[in-house]
Nanobody, 114 residues
Framework: QVQLVESGGGLVQPGGSLRLSCAAS????????VGWHRQAPGKQREVVAD???????YYAASVKGRFIISRDNAKNTVYLQMNNLNSEDTAVYYC????????WGQGTQVTVSP
């Protein structure tokens, strides 16, 4: 059974930075794509960033140039470095492992507020 445990969320002022981490159990991490998604109140969950097993990345237009996804296969961990945060980044952030099937973390709240 794959489990994903996220950490690093919290309250940050506009313009600030946070780094999210997501540690996975099991042995399938390195051969799967990983990603970060977010869901704001009243909105659908959306993909923020994605990284293939080979290291190719995708970023949503709204975060491109501000967020960086990275992975450490030795630690079974995926990171999301978030810079220059604004109020529209406020959401619950979920990490994802794989595509079919998909495994999800429990979510971590990120709040951007003065």
């Amino acid at each position: 059974q794959v489990q994903l445990v996220e950490s690093g969320g919290g309250l940050v002022q506009p313009g600030g930075s946070l780094r999210l981490s997501c540690a996975a159990s099991g042995s399938i991490f390195s051969i799967n794509a990983v990603g970060w998604h977010r869901q704001a109140p009243g909105k659908q969950r959306e993909v923020v960033a994605d990284m293939s097993s080979g290291g190719s990345t995708y970023y949503a237009a709204s975060v491109k140039g501000r967020f960086i996804i990275s992975r450490d296969n030795a630690k079974n961990t995926v990171y999301l470095q978030m810079n220059n945060l604004n109020s529209e980044d406020t959401a619950v952030y979920y990490c994802r492992l794989g595509d079919i099937p998909r495994y999800w973390g429990q979510g971590t709240q990120v709040t951007v507020s003065p």
